[in-house]
Each structure stands twice: as C-alpha cells, then as structure tokens.
C-alpha cells in the first residue's frame, strides 16, 4: 500500500462517493443506550465489537474502517481523537497500525461487494492495492445493463478491461468501443478486446452481405466466409454502397494486425477484402505503416498466418526506408521488428534494429529491445560487438553473461513481445 505521512485517522482516505443523510443506512433505535451499556459493563474491547456488529448489521459498511482505526489506535495507546502524524510513531508501532488499516479496507470492500456495490467496494481495493475481489465481482455480472460507474472501473481503470469493453460494445455500441480502445495502452486485456471488436464487424458485416445477396440471387449463401461472397459479386460495391461503417472497419483492421488469435485473424483477412473493394471514396488514408489501410493489412495479417510474409516484410522494409522519423518515430521500423520476430526470425529483426533503431530511446521502443533480439537469437556475440561500437558497458556486460548461459536459455518471448 501507498505510505503516507498524514494523520493515522487517514492514511490514505478511500475516495468514496458520499450518501446523502435521506439514502444513508440507518442505525437501530437504541443504538446509544447500546454502546454505553456494553462500555460499562463489558469494556472496552467488547464495546468495539458491539460497534461493529451495529454498523455490518445496519450497513454503514464504510463506518466500519473508521471503528477498527479506532480500536487499534485504542490498542496501541495512540490518541483516540487527536491523532500524531505517522512519522511521529515508532516503526513497529506505525507498521501495526498499517496493517490494521490494510485488513479494515479488505473487510469493508468485501461487505460492500457481497452486498453488490461493487463502485463503493473499488476505492477499499485500490488505495491497498488489491484489484483481484473487484476484477472477479465485474467478471461475473452480466454484460447487458451493466452500470456506468462498473464499466468505468473495469475498463478505463484498468481492473478487468476484457470484461469492460465487452460492456462498452455490448450497451454504447461498435463506435463507442473504437473510440475506447483507441486511447487504450494497456497490455491486460487487450488480445481479447481485439477478438471482441473484430468478431462484431465480422457479425455485422456478413448479415448485410448475406441479405444483400439473398434480396439479389433469390438465396442466402450458405457460407459464412466474406472472402468468398465478396469475391464475384462487384455489384455489392455499386454507387458507393457498404455495409458496416467505414470509419469502424479501418480502425479494426488496424487493430487486428495486433491479434494473436488465429481465428482473429482469418476474420480480420475476410474485413480487408471487403474493405479493399469499397468505392475509393470510402477508403481513407490510415497511420503508419498501414496508409493504405485494407491492404497494408491485408498483406501484414496474410504473413501473420503463414502465408509467404515476403510482401509484408518488403512493404515495411520500403516504408521504413522513407518514413519521416521524426514525425514518426520509426514506426515502420518498429512494426517490422515485431512482425520479424513473430515469425521467430529474429536475426533479420536485429538487422532492422541496427539500421534503423540504435538511437531510439527505450521509452519510444515498442518493439523488443537489441538486448531482447540478440537473446532471443542467441547471439550473445552481436550484442557484445554493438556495445563496443556504442561505447555501453553495461550492454557489453549482458552479452558476456548471455555467452555464459546455459545453451538454450532465453527470455521468454512472450514477454519480449509485450514491448509492442
């Protein structure tokens, strides 16, 4: 958990939003007359259970992080009311203090969520630093009607992302959800936030192209693939028709090239040929390296399934040749490193690293690093020649190890891949 150096009575605060007196539980009549009682005759510790069992029954679950500070603060022999500053407190003293703090938030978010406020139960979690309770709560609320306050949580805090941007597609609709994932730079989540966004245009796309054709030929095609009903049929693109926004289909093609699920991809293939065939005049330049969106991706996507990757690796060696690097930041570069080393040629990516990349700084790298890529082709020996060249002991270090690994021993690739 976060440390602060505020008073014990708030460290740190949960940022709640607060009831009003009218929808604020209410404690049982006599409760006074209760707690008085049992301070007299059962003392002090007793009279803090008491206070608890009152606030869990009545559902003032937030009052109960307030009681337990109290009970320890009165267990420790700290001031009960005007409390001294963390910093003023003895290490172990301030520690214990901590961790009764830490278990009255797991104990309130708990309460909250096993009641289903799962909003008033985030702000518990997140100020120790536990997002697992409020990940699975999200996880197991149906996706329709979900609350806006939950989809805030799970998606654009970060908590369970999937989940929430299924919400988000599922309640505000496709534009909604590219506009989501557009400023989304996470890495949780978003393999299955790919899947979501294409398997919805792919859905909606293949019911218009189906009763388009069915409206023309007299009958629906039996096929569910939109490379084959796309393929003979110009006239579905007469008079600038379409059939799923187009703004929509460039972005998702786009973000598909990121996917690492093969049935994914085969449907983000099926969106680039549609797409390709549409009027010229609902075809719009996209970012770099993909300016010709439909089939920029189409040969990125086409090499990601195995098929000959030549075109793909040609396009971005071309665009990385020309691109303005300062505007850009090596973006094609990059590209074509991870795709090189999605097909586990790592070596050629070394060479596109070398060339292109060796001034980069690593907060601008979204594709591995030298280090990474000479790992993960074992060639410890390059990375000890580039460290020379660049004057880097540090680096030059790292390749002698690596010479010393065991043979084999390399990062996990997966991991190396998640630069990108």
């Known amino acids: 958990m976060e440390k602060s150096a505020s008073e014990p009575t708030a460290v740190p605060t949960p940022q709640t939003e607060q009831q009003s007196a009218d929808t604020r539980p209410r404690l049982p009549s006599g409760w006074a007359e209760r707690l008085k009682q049992t301070v007299q005759t059962g003392g002090r510790e007793q009279a803090f259970e008491e206070l608890i069992s009152l606030l869990r029954d009545s559902g003032q679950f937030e009052k109960i992080l307030e009681a337990r500070l109290l009970a320890k603060r009165a267990e420790l022999g700290l001031p009960l009311v005007h409390a001294r500053p963390l910093d003023d407190l003895l290490p172990e003293v301030r520690q214990q203090y901590e961790d009764a703090y830490v278990e009255a938030c797991r104990e309130v978010g708990r309460l909250l969520l096993e009641n289903g406020e799962i909003a008033r139960a985030w702000p518990y979690y ?17 996706v329709e009607g979900a609350p806006e306050e939950v989809v805030q949580i799970a998606f654009h805090e970060g908590v369970n992302p999937a989940k929430g941007f299924a919400m988000i597609l599922e309640n505000y609709g496709t534009c909604a959800a ?85 049935r994914t991809i085969e449907r983000a293939v099926g969106l680039c ?115 020379i060249r660049d004057d880097d002991a540090v680096a030059y270090l790292a390749g002698l190890l690596l010479e010393r690994s065991e043979p084999g021993e390399k990062p996990h690739e997966q991991g190396a891949a998640d630069r990108s």
């Not at 979204?366 to 993960?376: D, N, S, W």
């Open 126 to 142: 997140r100020v120790i630093g536990e997002p697992g309770p409020v990940a699975e709560a999200i996880e197991r609320l149906p």
């Open 178 to 262: 590219v506009t989501a994932f557009e400023g989304y730079t996470g890495q949780a989540g978003r393999q299955e936030c790919i899947t979501l966004l294409v398997n919805r245009l792919h859905e909606e796309l293949l019911s218009g192209l189906k009763y388009a054709i069915e409206q023309r030929e007299g009958k629906c095609p039996e096929t569910d693939s939109i490379e084959e009903l796309v393929a003979d049929r110009p006239w579905l693109f007469e008079d600038n028709t379409y059939f799923v926004d187009t703004s929509h289909l460039s972005a998702t093609v786009r973000f598909a090239t990121e996917s690492e699920d093969r």
């Open 273 to 387: 040929e549609y797409g390709r065939r549409l009027s010229p005049m609902l075809q719009y330049k996209g970012f770099v390296p993909f300016e010709d969106v439909y089939n920029d991706c189409l040969v990125y996507l086409r090499a990601l399934l195995g098929e000959d990757p030549t075109p793909a690796i040609e396009m971005l060696h071309r665009k990385a040749q020309h691109e303005n690097a300062d505007l850009t930041g090596y973006i094609a570069a990059q590209v074509l490193v991870n795709l090189l080393c999605r097909l586990k040629r790592y070596e050629e990516a070394i060479d596109v690293f070398e060339r292109y990349l060796r001034e980069v700084p690593l907060d601008q790298l979204y594709c591995p690093t030298l280090q990474q890529l000479c790992a993960l082709a074992g060639r410890p020996d390059r990375l000890q020649q580039a460290a």
